[in-house]
């Protein structure tokens, strides 16, 4: 067993003072080994956001620590832990800037962490869009005259562009078309493999997460409610809601039909 | 670019547009090949064709001292062009960086900046243009400072507010999880972003700052003569209504032809780009 | 044979832009029978959405559209309406659901208002008092069962799931023949979307309303639908008894799309194109099953 890259140790997040208090996240604690994907799944509201957003640094925690290969990350990030942790967003519609070449968007991880001499960056763009599997000349084009699932795969691309070892997914394929989803999943799963990344999966999507997370967190109202293998926690759900959640998706054959119901049939008999 | 320029002569009211602000830019860069008399741009006086209706060569008849008025409001353009340009030169970039910082930095960056925006916006643009003529020696140079002075802050709350939404955009949470800095971050990123809007509002100001610069020398506060002034024109001639409406009319046209086609262009523009007012 | 609630023959649609003519819709047909719950699922850009637009009047009226082809509510010719019977038409006889529920309420109205004004649509003269009552009996249908602080709400003071139900309510108040639901419940987390199907499945299946639904989301499609077609780059590809479709799929499009889709049970990520010439094939149409 190698130590975790990344560990959360009781980990909470409030939000607002006074009566107004939310708690977004109340004490997390988990780890991602190297090279596994990680997913979170739950809800709006569940926390699942809040927790992306303190690994990356966008706010710190109210309690809590973070580490990053055995260090105390700071609240105030510098550069090398930035480079360490990158994200691959939602919409991959706002993720680029529309004023913005495809180059020069890319560019941008390389200039500010100084990867490679200045006349070899343009090289590295071209080779970071061609294991995407974009045509190297896409970085004279704007963003808007490519497709979705195009934008996401520069997206990929900047986030491999750090060399990170620890790439945060929020919700990378829901604002896709179904065709478009499996393409870039077969790609993010690659790319795990041929640079031993790791992934923390944010989603909401049950479906996706049975078929590219090693684990699963399961969030509701800030707390995570379970941890498993992604195997275990759909054949033996411990808690009610995970059955409950896994019960509610939508979908597309009688053979997940009645996996569905047979959950849903075990949460009757814990009621 | 080039699709702009397709789709602005396409629609017959910008097409329009651009011919009067073509004619306006023309006369002012080509004046002393255009304008019949280019001596009566300054002081001349030509007590044997005074006060006389249009007819030739005078084609919008002469002023009072016998200047030919044509020439008079051709050299006008060019005055009110630099004008123009030197005040939106100056007021645009102060007013655009404050209104980046503004809305990106937030917090009491951002209170500090937006009260002291709110204190000039709060004094009408006239009267603030006024007091400081009033207080200054009217000139070219103070006229230019006066109407800059109250133009920035315009500026201001447009970047301001384009900015607080381009904030929450995925692409800026994108540059700051790379690290980027924050200068980066305002000006390659946000403010290219805000263009549109700003070319679109710079396009409509320069009628309205050829306006305004006309009412402060209507009210004697603007250029002084003899430097011909289409705002100085109008209110010397007024004098002389109805009689001699040739003083009033042709400056007066000439201020609504320049700004009317500065504003044709703009909201075209502000069409195309789709930008935010 | 009953007329059918909406028949759409060779329905073609483009608009005319800056750079030319671009044709989105090249002569999709189909038809929703009284009662029946049809689904038309396809991705973004396939032409789904605007199909609903046209049927709800909403696209003729822009000067860049050309449409041409028939589509007839009850028998009557949409296009020989004038533009204001269409308009009444709508939010009576025909009314619609969308994506988002709070955002599709007016934020500045109480739901009673909200209801009220809906209601007037039918009928001019009814009170206040009378909309309420009516608006609290079919709030009870979607389960709301303090109907009286919802009806006293304003849409930002309702969660999600509840607002999507008001819309149901407010879409069904009317009785209307048909209905239209873009993307419903699509805003909505899982367990809420599920029961808001639910919910109105019940409803339409109680109160006989056609349902025209729209949806890019094939499990959703499944689980609601009796009859499907599956549009793609403005053609209907496959169509067919849900059933069918869903276990025997014939097109090359709707194969690709169906094994696209992550299953519950596993199996990894299937390794299927983006694109396919074969995707341009011919329609596949199945048999209906046979009525009795």
Partial sequence: MTAPILELDNVSKTFGTGDDVVQAAQSISFGVTKGECLAIVGESGSGKSTVANMILGIYPPTSGEIHLNGSVLPSRRQLAHRRAIQLVQQNPLSSLNPKRSIGASLRLALDVHEIGAKNERADLVSALLEEVGLPADYAKRSPTALSGGQRQRVAIARALACQSQLVVLDEPTSALDVLVQARVLKLLNQLRETRNLTFVFITHDLSVVRNIASRIAVFERGRMIELGDTSTLFSNPAHPYTRRLISAVPVVTDEEAALRSALAAGLEDTN | MKRTLAILTANPLSLLGLVLVFVVVFSAV????????????????????????????????????????????????????????????????????????????????????????????????????????????????????????????????????????????????????????????????????????????????????????????????????????????????????????????????AILVAVFGFNLIGDALRDILGAEQ | MSIPTLDIQDLKLGFKGYTGYAEVLHGISLSVAPGERVALVGESGSGKSVTARIVLGLLQELRTARISGSVRFEGKELDRLTKRERHALRGRAMSMIFQDPTSSLNPVFRIGEQFHDVLRRADAKITREAALERAASILAEVSVRDADRVLNAFPFQLSGGLNQRVMIAMALANEPALLIADEPGTALDVTVQAQTLQLMRKLVEEHHTAVLFISHNLGVVREFADRVYVIYKGRIVEQGPTRAVFEGPRHPYTRALMAAVPRLTGGGIPDIEENSPDFGAPIEIHPDEVQT
């Fill in chain 2, 30 to 253: 080509f004046a002393d090949f255009i304008a019949p008399f280019p001596e009566h741009a300054g002081a001349v006086v030509d007590f044997a064709n005074f006060n006389q209706p249009p007819q030739w060569p005078y084609i919008f008849g002469t002023d009072l001292v016998g200047r030919d008025l044509f020439t008079r409001v051709i050299y006008a353009y060019r005055i009110s062009l630099i004008l123009g340009i030197v005040v939106l030169a100056i007021a645009v970039p102060i007013g655009v960086s404050i209104g980046l910082v503004a809305g990106y930095l937030g917090g009491r960056t951002e209170y500090v900046l937006m009260r002291l925006t709110d204190v000039f916006l709060s004094v009408p643009p006239l009267v603030l243009a006024m007091s400081i003529m009033g207080v200054l020696k009217p000139t070219l140079a103070n006229g230019m400072l006066a109407v800059t002075v109250m133009w920035w802050p315009w500026y201001t709350r447009l970047v301001y507010n384009i900015t607080r939404g381009e904030k929450e955009e995925g692409y800026v949470l994108a540059a700051e999880v790379i690290g980027a800095s924050r200068l980066h971050i305002i000006f390659r990123e946000i403010l290219p972003n805000c263009v549109p809007a700003i070319v679109t509002k710079m396009t409509l100001d320069m009628g309205f700052v050829i306006l305004i610069a006309s009412s402060l020398s209507f009210l004697g506060l603007g250029v002084q003569p003899p430097t011909p002034d289409l705002g100085s024109m109008v209110a010397d001639g007024a004098k002389y209504l109805p009689d001699s409406w040739w003083l009033t009319i042709f400056p007066g046209l």
